[in-house]
Nanobody, 119 residues
């Protein structure tokens, strides 16, 4: 069974930092793209950052220069280093992974981790 387990969320003051982790238990299957999304109450879920298996990355304009996505392919784990956090970064952050299994390539989601930026 493919499962994504997230950790690292919490409460932080503006200007602070957090590091999110997401480990994909993909068994024998191949993990391709991995990414982070976030969703604030009443808002659409939006892409924050994505990293492909080869290492190239893309970021939402709102987080460029502040957030860094990385991955450890041997551990099927993706990280999101968040610096210079702002109140508008407050949201539930969800990990996503594209996994090739017998049904083809499918996206799987983590359980979500709350990030709250407030003084």
């Amino acid at each position: 069974q493919v499962q994504l387990v997230e950790s690292g969320g919490g409460l932080v003051q503006p200007g602070g930092s957090l590091r999110l982790s997401c480990a994909a238990s993909a068994n024998i299957f191949t993990v391709n793209d991995m990414g982070w999304y976030r969703q604030a109450p009443g808002k659409q879920r939006e892409l924050v950052a994505v990293i492909i298996s080869g290492g190239s990355t893309n970021y939402a304009d709102s987080v460029k220069g502040r957030f860094t996505i990385s991955r450890d392919n041997a551990k099927n784990t993706v990280y999101l280093q968040m610096n210079s956090l702002k109140p508008e970064d407050t949201a539930v952050y969800y990990c996503n992974a594209a996994v090739v299994d017998p049904m083809g390539e499918n996206n799987y989601w983590g359980q979500g981790t709350q990030v709250t930026v407030s003084s």
